[in-house]
């Protein structure tokens, strides 16, 4: 019980100290070279969350519209994660499953998986489609969010 005790107080401090050090504003630039975490930080959505998730987001959002057993989704799959996991706090990155979501797929005109939709305070930036490599993606997002390159 104790090292829970002292585990709090000492992620308190970090969280406190972290926060009062401009952590809400991305560095210039924006590298993307944050430290990586283990597992995927991409949520996955659908037309039901979509609202909330996605157009209410105080934070850019790149979605990718997705298929089951699709081959160039998989390949992205590791790329959209380490994306997401080093843009985290700057750019929120989430999923949808395209056959599930037709809905969604008519809306923002999706013809093909994988495809990238990138919404910044819920307008529609642009999308793009297709595999990319983690630095062509990058170079796209940032881009499209005016940032330095």
Do not use: H
């Amino acid at each position: 019980m104790k090292e829970i005790v002292v585990g709090f107080i000492i992620a308190l401090i970090v969280s406190s100290m972290l926060a009062s050090s401009d952590g809400l504003k991305p560095p210039s630039g924006w590298n993307f070279t944050m430290p990586t975490e283990t597992g995927s930080t991409v949520a996955e959505v659908n037309a039901g969350t979509f609202q909330g998730e996605v157009l209410d987001s105080q934070l850019p959002v790149l979605c990718e519209f997705v298929m089951d057993n699709s081959e160039p989704c998989e390949t992205m799959k590791p790329i959209v994660n380490q994306l997401s996991s080093e843009a985290q706090g700057y750019l929120r990155v989430v999923k949808i499953d395209a056959s599930a979501n037709p809905a969604l797929v008519d809306r923002y005109k999706v013809t093909g998986a994988p495809t990238f939709v990138l919404f910044k305070e819920g307008k529609t930036l642009n999308s793009n489609r297709g595999e990319m490599t983690k630095e062509e993606l990058t170079k796209w997002v940032k881009r499209e969010l005016d940032m330095d390159s």
